[in-house]
Structure formats: structure tokens, C-alpha cells
């Protein structure tokens, strides 16, 4: 029997990439899927191409996060998923010395804010029923220091943190709502290709923006979107305030790996 067979399920940031990934893999698990995103061209064409309900919402906009409970008062799952680098804009300085303040927190309005609203807006369409699973997309990021992408690191640090919280809330009120972190290393999405490009060197670059990771290749949104299965499930309700590392290795000590 499919896993997820009566669930309704929101993601956040599905139009494309691991967002994709988990909306599909939740469909193919029976679950009743939204995907949400800004993107309503792609986001309606993923929708479609799983038989799911699409639906706008900036994540960073409490006004959407208020309309979207409206929608749906009633959530199993939900995944904030929705995130972004800074670099998208244009804006290439994120160091900590020389980003701009407007830089940071237009990436922690999406990645840190967003995820804040969609667990709050979760809690009130789960707590009538006691029982739910909000699961947050971190990132190894969140986990090391990366210099030149300090907002980035930062705001998924704070949803590591932020998902604990969570968690502990839920559990001392009585509710069995679960919140979990997965923080995925490289994982080969769209946001690679600028880097990879489609020459004939391609496998090169590829290979050498892996180099540091011991299983020596990118992650797969697939494998992300299956551990969002399993947290999203019944077969992991004894696992709550929990970031689960999805990284080829690299941070059980790379430099000990074998050459």
C-alpha cells in the first residue's frame, strides 16, 4: 500500500529540482500533493505532470502563508523547501565583510522567514487533528562555515535550530506533530548548471566539484525526495527535532578518505 495514501502534503519551492522531487515522490506514495512556488509557469507544469493542485505562495509573504491555510485548513505534511543563495539577483558579494545588509536579509526573508511561517501555519492546520510532519530543508551549509555565502550558511543554521524548537513545542504541548531537517549537500539541480555547463567537459567539471566528497559524485533529488518519504510516513514516529545529513560522506571527514 502506498505510503502516504490519504495525505495531504504542501511543498514549498516544487516547481523544480528537489522540491519537484519530493512533490512527485509524495504523489506516487498516494498523497494528495499542492505544489507551491512564485513560479506559476513551471509550477503549474509540474503540478500537472503528477495530477497535483498547484498553488502560488512566496513563502517570505505572510499575506500568501495566511490564504494558503484558508485553502487548506487542514495539512498531514508539509515541506519548506523554498530557498535561495542570494546569487540569483545578480548580487555576487556575500562574504561577511562586504555583503550588503539589504543581501542578507533578502536571503534570510525567503530561506529563514519563510521557513518560520510555514511552521507556524503547519502547527495551526495539524493541532486540531494532533498528528502531522513538517519536514525543513537545511543544507550541509548550515552545518560548516561557507565565507562566501554567509546569509546562505546562516539561515540554514538557523532552521536546523528552528526545527527543534518545533519540535519540542509540539511535544510539550501533547500534539504528535514531528519536525525534522534534511541537510543535503550537492545535489545535482538546475542551480549547478551555470557551473557544469553542456561542453564537452562537462563530466570534468562535474567531477571536480565533487572532488572533496567521498562517494565522489552529486546527490540525486531522488534521494532526497526518498528520506522526505520516510519522515513524512508512519514508519518514523519516534523521530522529532532530527537533521538528517545528505552529503556522499563529506562530512564523516573527507580528509581521512582514502585517496
Known amino acids: 500500500m502506498p505510503v502516504l495514501k490519504n ?38 507544469a509540474t503540478a500537472d505532470s503528477i495530477g497535483a493542485e498547484y498553488l502560488h505562495l512566496d513563502v517570505s509573504s505572510e499575506a500568501d502563508w495566511a490564504a494558503a491555510l484558508d485553502t487548506h485548513p487542514k495539512l498531514d505534511i508539509l515541506v ?35 521557513t518560520f511561517l510555514g511552521c507556524r501555519t503547519a502547527i495551526a492546520a495539524m493541532k486540531t487533528s494532533g498528528t502531522g510532519s513538517i519536514i ?38 501533547g500534539w504528535r506533530i514531528r519536525c525534522n531537517a534534511i541537510a543535503p549537500a550537492a545535489i545535482l539541480t538546475p542551480i549547478w548548471e551555470p557551473m557544469i ?22 546527490g540525486q533529488p531522488e534521494e532526497v525526495a526518498a528520506l522526505a518519504v520516510m519522515l513524512a ?9 532530527e537533521t538528517l545529513t545528505l552529503d556522499g560522506g563529506l562530512l564523516a571527514g573527507s580528509a581521512a578518505s582514502p585517496g
Request: with cysteine; glycine share 12%; proline share 3%.
Open 136 to 173: 525543513n530543508i537545511s543544507s550541509r551549509s548550515g552545518l560548516v562555515g561557507i565565507p562566501g555565502a554567509a546569509a546562505y550558511a546562516s539561515s540554514k543554521a538557523a532552521i536546523i535550530n528552528h526545527t527543534r524548537s518545533v519540535a519540542l513545542y509540539c511535544a510539550q504541548n
Open 233 to 241: 510516513g508512519d514508519r518514523a514516529t519516534y523521530m522529532t527535532g
Open 80 to 114: 519548506n523547501n523554498a530557498g535561495i543563495t542570494g546569487f540569483e539577483s545578480g548580487e555576487l558579494v556575500h562574504d561577511p565583510e562586504n555583503a550588503s545588509l539589504q543581501a542578507w536579509r533578502d536571503v534570510h526573508a525567503v530561506n529563514m522567514d519563510g
Open 197 to 218: 555547463g553542456d561542453g564537452p567537459d562537462r563530466e570534468e567539471k562535474m567531477a571536480a566539484l565533487v572532488a572533496d566528497t567521498p562517494l565522489k559524485r552529486f
Open 7 to 44: 495525505k495531504t502534503a504542501l511543498v514549498t519551492g516544487a516547481a523544480r529540482g528537489i522540491g519537484a522531487a519530493i512533490a512527485k515522490a509524495f504523489a506516487d506514495e498516494g498523497a494528495k500533493v499542492i505544489v507551491t512556488d512564485i513560479d506559476d509557469t513551471q509550477g503549474r
